[in-house]
C-alpha cells in the first residue's frame, strides 16, 4: 500500500527534491561568489531540512489516506461479489469523493438494470409454469384415452400397437413437461423444499412402476437389490430417479433381447453414506464423451443417435444432487452399460443454504 502511494506521487517527488537540489546549487554558486561571507554548513541543514518536512508532509497526506486505500484494496479483493464497490466509503480528497460518488451512481445503475431483468425472468419463469401446468392436463386426457381404448380392444387386433405407440409419445412429452417444470424451479430450489427422510427403495419401486409400460415393451427386467433410508427432498428424488432410470431404459431399448436394470441400494465402504447404483446393460457411453455428460446440452454419439436425447438430463440430475448435498457419480463401457451413482451423506443434505 506504501509503495503503490508513493509511486502515485513520484512526480511531486522528484519536483521537491529538483527544487531543493537546485536551491542548494544557487547556495554553493553564492559561496563560490562570495567565500568570506557565506557558512557551507547551511547548505546541508537546508538539505536534511527539506528532506524531513518532505517525509513528514508524504506521511501526514498517506495517513489522512489509508483508509481509503485499505477501503479500495478490500474493494477489489472481494470484486466478484455485487456489492463489493460500496465498501470505498473513505475518500478525503476531491478525485476520491468524486470516485466514490461514481461508484454508487454505477451502482445504483447496475440494480435498476439487474431488477429489471429479474423481472422479466421471473415473468418467463411465470408463464412457463402456467403453460406446463396446461399443457399437462391434455396430455393426461390422451393417455387416459389410449389406456381405456386398449383395455377394451382384443391383444391381437392390428391397432393395439399403433396406441402402444401413442402412449409412448405421451410418455415422452409428459417426461419433457416435467424437465421443463424441474428446470423452471431449480434457480429456487431453497423454497419448494420438504426434507425428510426417505425410504429410497420405495421410492425407486414407485419410479419403476411409471416406466413398467416400457420396459414390458422393451424386454427390460428391473431389480431393486436393498433398503435404506435418507434424508432428502421426496420430489427432486423422484426427479432424480425418473432421470436415471429412464436414460437406463432410453439407451437399453437399441439393443436386442432381454436386458436387465438394476437398482443397488447399499453403504458405502466406510458406512457413513448411502450408495444407490442405476446398473443397466444397454450400449453404454463413449470414454471420450464421458468428461462432458454434465455438460448443458450435450447429447454425444448416443444422444445424436436418438432423436428424444436434449442433453439436459443428466446437466439437470447433476444440478439438483449439488443443491441437494447428493453426489452423481456416472461410470460407462460402451457395449456393456453404464453405472450412475448417487451418494447419499448424511451431512450433505445440511449443506444447503
Not at 8 to 13: G, P, Q, Y
Not at 26 to 36: G, N, P, S, T
Not at 190 to 207: G, K, M, N, Q, T
Not at 301 to 320: C, D, F, H, P, W
Request: proline residues 2%.
Amino acid at each position: 500500500m506504501i509503495r503503490s502511494y508513493l509511486w502515485d506521487r513520484k512526480v511531486l517527488i522528484v519536483t521537491y527534491l529538483l527544487g531543493t537540489s537546485l536551491g542548494c546549487a544557487m547556495f554553493l554558486l553564492d559561496k563560490l561568489r562570495y567565500e568570506d561571507k557565506a557558512d557551507s554548513g547551511l547548505v546541508y541543514y537546508f538539505a536534511e531540512l527539506a528532506v524531513f518536512l518532505l517525509i513528514v508532509g508524504l506521511t501526514i497526506d498517506f495517513l489522512r489516506q489509508r483508509t481509503y486505500y485499505k477501503q479500495l484494496h478490500d474493494a477489489i479483493d472481494r470484486s466478484t461479489e455485487l456489492k463489493a464497490s460500496m465498501v470505498v466509503k473513505a475518500g478525503v480528497t476531491r478525485e476520491q469523493l468524486a470516485v466514490q460518488r461514481l461508484l454508487e451512481a454505477q451502482y445504483g445503475a447496475y440494480l435498476t438494470e439487474l431488477s429489471h431483468y429479474r423481472r422479466q425472468q421471473e415473468q418467463h419463469n411465470h408463464f412457463v409454469l402456467q403453460w406446463v401446468h396446461h399443457m399437462k392436463t391434455p396430455v393426461s386426457v390422451i393417455d387416459l384415452l389410449v389406456q381405456e381404448t386398449l383395455q377394451e380392444r382384443n391383444k391381437e387386433d392390428t391397432d393395439v400397437e399403433r396406441f402402444q405407440s401413442i402412449r409412448e409419445e405421451t410418455g415422452r412429452m409428459t417426461r419433457g413437461l416435467d424437465m421443463m417444470l424441474h428446470t423452471a424451479r431449480l434457480d429456487k430450489i431453497e423454497f419448494d423444499l420438504h426434507l425428510r427422510l426417505i425410504p429410497l427403495h420405495e421410492a425407486a419401486r414407485s419410479v419403476i412402476n411409471a416406466h413398467k409400460q416400457l420396459c414390458i415393451r422393451h424386454a427390460i427386467f428391473p431389480r431393486i437389490e436393498g433398503e435404506a433410508m435418507v434424508e432428502t427432498d421426496e420430489k427432486w428424488l423422484t426427479f432424480i430417479l425418473n432421470q436415471l432410470i429412464g436414460n437406463a431404459i432410453k439407451y437399453s431399448k437399441r439393443k436386442q433381447g432381454s436386458k436387465k436394470l438394476i437398482i443397488r441400494i447399499e453403504p458405502t465402504l466406510d458406512d457413513k453414506a448411502t450408495k444407490l447404483s442405476v446398473i443397466d446393460e444397454g450400449i453404454g457411453i463413449a470414454a471420450h464423451d464421458l468428461p462432458r455428460i454434465f455438460d448443458p446440452f450435450f447429447t454425444g454419439e448416443n444422444g445424436r443417435a436418438i432423436e428424444e436425447s436434449t442433453g439436459m438430463g443428466l446437466y439437470l440430475t447433476k444440478q439438483v444432487c449439488g443443491l441437494l448435498g447428493h453426489e452423481l457419480i456416472v461410470d460407462s463401457e460402451v457395449g456393456a452399460g453404464t453405472t450412475a451413482m448417487v451418494i447419499f451423506r448424511p451431512e450433505g443434505i445440511h449443506r444447503i443454504h
